[in-house]
């Protein structure tokens, strides 16, 4: 019998939900936006042979980094990977780290499913669900080694950017759950919204910029076809690094 996106949901049933949330109750910061995915064959595929291995389901309880990968390697989480081509690249260049990639929009969700399986990556895990309740819910505090934030929705309409992703409450939440040393690395093509990261982790205390400003460009992140689009527009490339600090003396 064929996949389709709706037998991978009732073979699968937990990849159809991307939050967890009282009907009614608040919402908190949302890191994403819902867009309808048409998948092919090959994605409805690869979801189905690989989400077992390199899949994690969502879950209300803390997870041990050690137990999920087999290994003490540090642990970095990339929100929003898209189609996941520099998440790929990077896990296979940077194998001295483990890879927890979140995205919700299932074509790219797939297409990186496909890839890793295929190569067999050991150092990547995926979710489709809601990073921030993934934050929340299933990561200790003091627990991670990096946050990759790259390229997310600049929400350029001024009545939009309260959507932005990068505002006080994440900042907290992604320095509570760093390591001592950890970093965020951020990258956008819409300078304002730079500049409003740069603002917003200034103003978070226990981070700090070993820069003072935007970052230089790092050679291990590769350039992405969205990327190449921005420069094609000439648009400025602004990358954001900062750190938790270190309390040792």
Not at 177 to 182: A, M, R, S, V
Request: aromatic share 12%.
């Amino acid at each position: 019998m064929q996949e389709t996106q709706d037998t991978i949901f009732a073979d699968i049933p937990e990849l159809k939900w991307v939050e967890s949330r009282e009907e009614g109750s608040p919402r908190g910061i949302k890191s994403y936006v819902l867009r309808t995915s048409y998948l092919r064959t090959f994605q409805l595929e690869a979801i189905k042979k690989y989400y077992p291995i390199y899949g994690l389901t969502f879950q209300e309880e803390k997870i041990s980094f050690k137990d999920i990968f087999g290994n003490d390697k540090p642990v970095i989480i990339e929100i929003g990977f898209g189609m996941g081509t520099s998440t790929e690249r990077i896990a296979k260049e940077r194998s001295e780290y483990n890879y927890l990639g979140i995205e919700v929009f299932l074509s790219g969700f797939s297409k990186l499913m496909d890839q890793v399986g295929k190569q067999g990556l050991a150092n990547v895990r995926l979710m489709r669900f809601d990073a921030v309740q993934v934050l929340d819910s299933m990561i200790v505090d003091g627990s991670v080694a990096g946050f990759h934030v790259f390229f997310p929705d600049p929400w350029p309409k001024k009545k939009q950017q309260k959507r932005r992703l990068i505002q006080a409450p994440l900042a907290r939440l992604l320095m509570e759950k760093l390591k001592e040393g950890g970093y965020i690395y951020c990258v956008t093509d819409w300078e304002e919204y730079a500049s409003q990261m740069l603002s917003v982790f200034s103003e978070t205390e226990g981070l700090e910029n070993p820069y003072g400003g935007f970052c230089p460009p790092l050679s291990w992140r590769p350039t992405t076809k969205f990327e190449q689009k921005g420069l094609a527009q000439n648009n400025p490339i602004n990358e954001v690094w900062v750190e938790k600090r270190s309390f040792k003396k």
